[in-house]
């Protein structure tokens, strides 16, 4: 029996997210996805007048084919990828995470040689920019797990914070808070551990409403490079190319993380030294989905938390570009509210933030209470 809601989120995927037009072509990648949800999405493609494409995956087969890949191996599969790519209007990838640590044992040199001859050239170079794009998770028993929840509650807080969202009303929520942040130039952020500083001057800001990312939620931009100092801790874990990290620390000089610390420390540096840009931080973002409160070491939902930000090593998005280049690009999560410790997020001398909530009037609109009023307009 099919579920209505895999045709609700599909028609949200194809119509909202990536606003396919008659005559365009549209990849779905599906990774350890129902195949009943693949067919909600090809169907939705059709009745938008589009013209599917499907490549089903299994993070199995991964592990399998990343477990003795070569640097030419990796290259031929870019290749085929990448020409695919390239000819596509849209993209959507979902993907249903089975066992998060599939790829654990694989070693980082794997890892590293996947994100800087595949994954970096196809979805960076061209995925990313040169594609109508949206990710996004498949609820799965795993990630219930993560969340700590059972099955079919997970699932319907999935929904919820995933096909239900109005983002047209979010999207408008979030004009004024960016028309500040495109302004703006001094960055403070002070919280247990934390006592960091950076320039945001000339990056501008990209409002996440729904287009790139399911669940959505967030507006991000990136600091001027070498201007990041001081010392931030992350309070959410982070699983990465297989490894959970909890506790990390990071420490700036210039913009580069000069100390790094955590639950792995030599692991740690050692991803940090993945290439030049891996030191840096890409993206600056504040997340603001008021559905979603706890962390469940799932990336796409972690980093929209309400009263979050994260700061990310790694690639800059051309949107909001600071020159940074890595094969990396990493989304470390760091909570604000009151039962995390609190914090404060402040933009040239203004008290933008505090505890998780906003106090600024630019961004008053993002508070939870106003999200879920049925009023904005």
């Known amino acids: 029996m099919k579920d209505q809601r895999h045709g609700q989120l599909a028609h949200l995927l194809v119509n909202y997210s990536v606003a396919l037009k008659p005559g365009e072509s549209c990849l779905i990648q599906a990774v350890d996805v129902p195949v009943e949800m693949v067919e909600a999405l090809v169907e939705a493609?059709?009745?938008?007048?589009?013209y599917p494409q499907v490549r089903l995956l299994s993070e199995r087969l991964h592990r399998v084919m990343l477990a003795q890949a070569s640097e030419e191996s990796l290259q031929r599969q870019a290749d085929a990828e990448g020409y695919q790519m390239e000819r596509m209007d849209a993209f959507i990838g979902i993907r249903g995470h089975q066992n998060p640590l599939e790829t654990a044992l694989i070693g980082d040199n794997r890892h590293a040689l996947y994100m800087k001859r595949f994954n970096h050239p196809v979805h960076h170079l061209i995925r990313i920019p040169k594609t109508k794009?949206?990710?996004?998770?498949?609820?799965t028993p795993t990630m219930a797990y993560q969340a700590g929840l059972p099955t079919e509650d997970f699932e319907s807080f999935y929904y919820a914070v995933t096909a239900e969202v109005d983002y047209g009303r979010m999207s408008r929520a979030m004009d004024s808070a960016c028309a500040y942040i495109d302004q703006a130039d001094q960055v403070r952020i002070i919280g247990p551990g934390t006592n960091l500083s950076f320039s945001i001057k000339g990056m501008g800001s990209v409002k996440c409403?729904?287009?790139?990312?399911?669940?959505?939620?967030?507006?991000?931009?990136?600091?001027?490079?070498?201007?990041?100092?001081?010392?931030?801790?992350y309070n959410v874990p982070s699983t990465y190319q297989g490894y959970t990290y909890r506790d990390i620390t990071f420490v700036f000089r210039q913009g580069k993380i000069v100390e790094a610390g955590a639950n792995n420390t030599g692991?740690?540096?050692?991803?940090?030294d993945t290439?030049?840009?891996?030191?840096?931080?890409?993206?600056?973002?504040?997340g603001v989905n008021p559905g979603i409160i706890n962390p469940m070491d799932e990336t796409l939902f972690d980093e929209k938390i309400m009263g979050s930000f994260h700061f990310t090593p790694g690639a800059a998005y051309a949107s909001c570009d600071n020159g940074n280049e890595s094969a990396?690009?990493?989304?470390?999560?760091?909570?604000?509210?009151?039962?995390t410790g609190g914090g404060e997020i402040w933009m040239d001398g203004e008290l933008i933030r505090?505890?998780?909530?906003?106090?600024?009037?630019?961004?008053?609109?993002?508070?939870?209470?106003?999200?879920?009023?049925e009023n904005i307009t």
């Open 275 to 286: 290439d030049r840009g891996s030191r840096y931080i890409g993206e600056f973002a504040l």
């Open 45 to 50: 493609v059709y009745n938008a007048g589009g």
């Open 209 to 233: 409403d729904g287009h790139r990312n399911i669940p959505d939620g967030e507006i991000y931009t990136a600091p001027v490079r070498d201007s990041v100092e001081g010392k931030i801790t």
């Open 267 to 272: 692991r740690i540096n050692a991803l940090l």
């Open 354 to 373: 505090k505890d998780g909530l906003f106090v600024h009037e630019a961004f008053l609109g993002l508070n939870p209470e106003r999200l879920t009023e």
């Open 328 to 339: 990396i690009h990493w989304d470390l999560v760091s909570i604000q509210r009151p039962e």
């Open 133 to 139: 794009w949206v990710v996004l998770r498949y609820p």
